[in-house]
């Protein structure tokens, strides 16, 4: 998305946080009546955040999701998958599939179809992507990603990779915080033992995460073995 016409100068990504909240208390600022907002990727951070945008705005916005794959909130269990549709549904944010940007104004979103949606916020939500420099480092990458091993090091075996710049091979997982968390210890104890010459230790991601979803107001969904949470008890906890 940064090399999307228009992006840098009239988009704001959800991630660094600081600059989406400087951006988005400006926008709130200006007050504008029935504001339209687009947001970019229809995964469980643009749901959470269209969601809140809805809470935050009121029934007077228009909210509008884009997806470009064929359905949204893929890699969740179908209990929360179908929670959160009536989540937007209810919130009346539509969510448009197979729905790829071309180009971003200052006023709306262009899609590649041709179709032009309005928007005074556009927030894109689209997942992570490498770093562009990986690409000259002469490791082995998977879609520039540094791929590593269970002791996380990369192809030059003194080099070594955790979070979402690695691309687990042995175990692929979806890029998380909870993954780099739990790879922290591992990635600690591996350095000093290559600098020691003491036998390394293997990472081994767990299967599966809890993922909590605010759902706008004071009320969560859960995601953790396909179970069917939905309420204001899981937004307290």
Wanted: hydrophobic residues 45%; contains cysteine.
């Amino acid at each position: 998305l940064p090399g999307l016409p228009g992006f840098a100068d009239h988009a704001t990504a959800a991630k660094p946080l600081g600059d989406y909240a400087e951006s988005w208390q400006a926008f709130v600022a200006r007050a504008l009546p029935n504001p339209h907002v687009v947001v970019i990727g229809a995964g469980i951070g643009g749901v959470e955040l269209a969601l809140a945008s809805r809470h935050r705005l009121g029934p007077g916005a228009t909210i509008t999701l884009l997806e470009q794959a064929e359905a949204p909130l893929s890699g969740i269990g179908p209990a929360t998958r179908r929670a959160l549709l009536a989540h937007l549904a209810q919130a009346r944010i539509p969510v448009l599939t197979k729905a790829a940007p071309a180009r971003i104004t200052d006023n709306a979103v262009i899609l590649a179809d041709g179709r032009s949606l309005g928007s005074d916020f556009t927030l894109a939500v689209a997942g992570s992507r490498p770093q562009d420099w990986l690409q000259d480092t002469g490791l082995a990458l998977k879609n520039g990603f540094i791929t590593v091993s269970p002791q996380l090091q990369s192809s030059d075996p003194a080099i070594f990779a955790a979070g979402d710049c690695a691309d687990l091979a042995f175990a692929p997982r979806p890029k998380a915080g909870v993954y780099a968390v739990r790879a922290a210890p591992i990635l600690f104890h591996n350095l000093r033992a290559a600098l020691t010459d003491r036998p390394l230790r293997a990472y081994h991601p767990q299967r599966d995460y809890l993922k909590l979803i605010s759902t706008g107001s004071k009320s969560a969904v859960a995601d953790k073995w396909h179970l069917p949470l939905d309420g204001a008890w899981l937004w307290r906890w």
